[in-house]
C-alpha cells in the first residue's frame, strides 16, 4: 500500500515537471511585449497618428495665405490698322502677418485709345494697403494660421485619447486571454492527477483494497474535469482568436496568434509587489487628460474664432497708397522721398448700418465658447468619477485577493488532508472528489480575482488618460 502511494507521488511529480518544462520551452507572450505591438502596428494608433500630420498639413495649408504672389497681365487690342491699347502689369502682392499687404509691380501701357487715368509709356509702383478699422488686430487670414496651430495640438490630444482608449481595450482582452490560459492550466494538471488517481484505484480495486464502485465514482470525477478542461481550452481558443484582432504586421496585415504562444505566468506573484497610483496620484494625472488637453485648444480655437467674429462689427476702413515713378525702377522716387510728387493716395469705408449679420455671428461664437466650458465641465466630472470608481475597485479586489489566498490555502489543506484518510481507508472518494471540486472552483475565482485586479489597475490609469 505505502509503495503504491510512494509511486503514484512520483508519478504526479513526474508529470507535474513534464508539463512545466514543456511550458517553460514555449513562446510566450508579456503584456508589455503584446501593447508594443498594438502601439506600433495596431491601424487605430496609425490613423491616429495620421490624423496630427493631417493637421500639419492644415497649417501648411493656413500658410498659403501669407505666400507672396506674382500676377502678371497682358492684354493688347488693334482694330482696322490701328493700335487701341497694349497693357502689360506684371504685378507682386506681400501679405504680411500685421494685415498690411505690400505690393509692387511695372506698368507698359501704349495706344491712342486709352483710358485718361492711364499713365502712357514704362511706369513703376511701391504701395501698401493698411487696414486701420476691421481686420487691424485679426483677419481670417491670421485666425486661420492660429487656429491651425491649435488643431494640431488638438489632434495630438485626440491622438493620445485614441491611444489611451486602444491600449485599455487591449490590456482588458489580454488578461480575459491569460485568464482563459490559467484556468485551462488549472484543468489540464487535474486531469493528469485524476487519470492517476483513477489507475491507483482500479489496482487496488483489483487487489480487493477497494469496494468497485470506488472505480465508477474516480472515472465520473475525471469525466467532469475532462469535460470542465474541453470547455476551458474552447475559450481559450476563442480568447486568442480575440486577442489575435489587436495583433498587425508592419505592413498593415492582421496577424493571427500562434496557438503555441502562451502568456508570461509572472504576473501571479508580482501582484503584491505591483505598485498602483494612488488617489491622488490619478488626480493628478487626470487634470492633463487628452480629453480635457482637447477641450482647452478647442476652447482657444473658439476664442480666435469670437476675435475674429467682432471684427465684423468694425467698419472697413483701409488706407491704401502707391508710389508712382516713370521707368521701371520705383527705388529712384522712394529716395527722393515720399509724398513729393508722383504718388497715389486714397482710402476705403464700408459699414453695413444694421450690422445684423455680424452682431448674429459674434453672439453665436460666445454661446459655442459657453456651450463647450459646460461640455468641460462635465467631462472633467466625469472623468474625476471614473478614477474614483476604479481605484475603489482596485483597493477592494486587493483586499479580497488577500483573503481568497487564504482560502485557497485552506481549501489546499483540506484536500490534502482528505486525501490522507482517504489512503488510510478513513475516507470515501465521494468526499475527496468534493474537497478537490471546491479547491478547483476556488483556484479559478482566485484567478478571476487577479485577473479583475491588473484589469482595474489598468482601468485606473485609463480613467487618468495615462496609457500611452
Known amino acids: 500500500m505505502r509503495s503504491k502511494l510512494f509511486f503514484l507521488l512520483v508519478l504526479l511529480s513526474a508529470l507535474h515537471w513534464k508539463a512545466q518544462s514543456q511550458y517553460d520551452t514555449m513562446p510566450r507572450l508579456s503584456e508589455q511585449g503584446f501593447l508594443a505591438i498594438v502601439r506600433a502596428y495596431h491601424p487605430v494608433a496609425k490613423q491616429a497618428s495620421n490624423n496630427v500630420l493631417i493637421a500639419k498639413a492644415g497649417v501648411t495649408i493656413a500658410r498659403g495665405g501669407f505666400d507672396p504672389v506674382l500676377t502678371d497681365n497682358f492684354e493688347r487690342k488693334r482694330f482696322g490698322g490701328d493700335l487701341y491699347y497694349s497693357y502689360y502689369n506684371p504685378e507682386l502682392q506681400i501679405p504680411t502677418w500685421y494685415g498690411v499687404e505690400l505690393y509692387t509691380g511695372i506698368e507698359n501701357i501704349n495706344g491712342t485709345k486709352l483710358n485718361p487715368e492711364s499713365s502712357v509709356g514704362q511706369t513703376s509702383y511701391l504701395g501698401a494697403s493698411v487696414p486701420l478699422l476691421k481686420d487691424l488686430v485679426i483677419d481670417k487670414r491670421r485666425a486661420a494660421l492660429q487656429q491651425a496651430k491649435l488643431f494640431v495640438k488638438q489632434s495630438e490630444a485626440e491622438q493620445q485619447l485614441a491611444v489611451n482608449d486602444l491600449l485599455f481595450d487591449a490590456v482588458a482582452e489580454y488578461w ?47 469525466q467532469q474535469v475532462q469535460l470542465m478542461k474541453t470547455d476551458a ?73 469670437k476675435k475674429l467674429k467682432f471684427q465684423s462689427l468694425l467698419p472697413k476702413f483701409d488706407a491704401k497708397m502707391q508710389l508712382l515713378n516713370k521707368g521701371y525702377n520705383v527705388v529712384d522716387k522712394v529716395s527722393a522721398g515720399f509724398l513729393e510728387n508722383n504718388y497715389k493716395f486714397g482710402f476705403q469705408f464700408v459699414m453695413p ?55 485557497v490555502q485552506n481549501y489546499y489543506r483540506l484536500l490534502i488532508g482528505e486525501r490522507q484518510k482517504y489512503e488510510i481507508g478513513e475516507s470515501t472518494l465521494f468526499v ?23 484589469k482595474s489597475n489598468a482601468g485606473l490609469v485609463w480613467a487618468a488618460g495615462g496609457l500611452k
Open 176 to 222: 480575459e486571454w491569460l485568464r482563459a490560459y490559467q484556468v485551462f492550466q488549472i484543468f489540464d494538471a487535474s486531469e493528469k492527477v485524476n487519470l492517476a488517481r483513477f489507475g491507483f484505484v482500479k489496482q487496488e480495486v483489483l487487489q480487493g483494497n477497494r469496494p468497485a464502485i470506488d472505480t465508477v465514482e474516480a472515472l465520473t470525477q475525471l
Open 233 to 305: 481550452y474552447l475559450k481559450f481558443q476563442n480568447e486568442t482568436i480575440a486577442l489575435s484582432a489587436y495583433m498587425w504586421s508592419q505592413t498593415g496585415e492582421p496577424v493571427a496568434l500562434n496557438e503555441n504562444i502562451t502568456p508570461d505566468d509572472k504576473w501571479k506573484d508580482q501582484w503584491v509587489s505591483f505598485q498602483a497610483p494612488t488617489y491622488e496620484e490619478a488626480l493628478t494625472l487626470s487634470d492633463n487628460h487628452p480629453k480635457l488637453k482637447s477641450f482647452g485648444f478647442k476652447l482657444d480655437a473658439l476664442a480666435i474664432e
Open 353 to 407: 448700418l444694421r450690422l445684423s449679420e455680424a452682431r448674429g455671428a459674434y453672439k453665436q461664437a460666445g454661446l459655442k465658447i459657453q456651450n463647450t466650458v459646460l461640455d468641460q465641465s462635465l467631462t472633467q466630472l466625469g472623468i474625476r468619477n471614473k478614477v474614483k470608481t476604479y481605484y475603489n475597485e482596485v483597493f477592494t479586489l486587493k483586499q479580497q485577493i488577500v483573503l481568497y489566498e487564504n482560502a
Open 432 to 454: 475527496l472528489n468534493s474537497r478537490e471540486q471546491k479547491w478547483l472552483e476556488a483556484s479559478q475565482k482566485l484567478i478571476e480575482l487577479k485577473t479583475k485586479y491588473y
